[in-house]
């Protein structure tokens, strides 16, 4: 069962380079989410998407974008990365977002450094 | 708006120790309670959840009881391992479906 995997699991990028980080699920969830941690910070929601076809903003979104590519598939772009963005980005997916007592799935994270 | 809030660590306590890890949470309504653990290099996994009050929580010998009275959702286990050692989350269930976190209690279990 692979669950939610996130590629790349590593990356360096240098300041106003752009990246996509991928992610999908395996689950057949409907919603999916992605989110920054940072030390000190815990988790925080940068964007997420209840259904396919749908985005919205979470609480830190500036700087970023995102595509929901299709059920299995959400990915989070980067248009022009600064070092405010270095952080481990982990994308996550549950049952459907009304759905109250639903955990989210967590893939293993990608660890981006912006040099 | 909701917001959680969990003891600082880091925790070190020696194996076989009682643990626990307290954490408190600001909300409107009832949301589902969760504890997650994150072991060094990987993903977030779910420990233990509960979806309403008195409701309790158990995994792998960890528990936790949803008290409304009191706001809180404390962690406790009563004789930790080395394995046990990770950094361990509290969460409530936002209204956008979305995870709001605590900012982590980092645990190490000494032999």
């Known amino acids: 069962n692979a669950g939610v995997t996130q590629t790349p699991k590593f990356q360096v990028l240098k300041t106003g380079q752009s990246m996509t980080l991928q992610c999908a699920q395996d689950m057949n969830h409907n919603s999916m989410y992605w989110y920054r941690q940072d030390p000190g910070m815990g988790l925080r929601l940068i964007y997420y998407?209840?259904?396919?076809?749908?985005?919205d903003k979470g609480e830190v979104p500036n700087g970023y974008n995102v595509s929901r590519l299709n059920k299995r598939e959400f990915s989070l772009r980067l248009e022009s990365a600064a070092p405010s963005q270095t952080s481990v980005y982990f994308c996550a997916s549950s049952e459907m977002t009304g759905g109250n007592n639903q955990p989210q799935h967590f893939g293993d994270g990608t660890r981006l450094s912006i040099l | 708006g909701d917001s959680v809030t969990q003891m600082e660590g880091p925790v070190t306590l020696s194996e076989e120790a009682f643990l626990t890890i307290n954490c408190t949470y600001t909300?409107?309504?009832?949301?589902?309670l969760f504890w997650y653990v994150q072991y060094p290099g990987e993903g977030l996994q779910l420990l233990l959840k509960a979806t309403k009050a008195d409701d309790k929580g158990s995994n792998k010998g960890f528990e936790a009881t949803y008290r409304k009275e009191t706001t809180s959702f404390h962690l406790e286990k009563g004789s930790v391992q080395v394995s046990d050692s990770a950094v361990y989350f509290c969460a409530l269930k936002g209204s956008q479906g979305n995870l709001i976190f605590g900012k982590g209690t980092k645990l190490s279990v000494k032999p």
């Open positions: 909300a409107t309504g009832y949301p589902s």
């Open positions: 998407s209840a259904s396919e076809g749908t985005t």
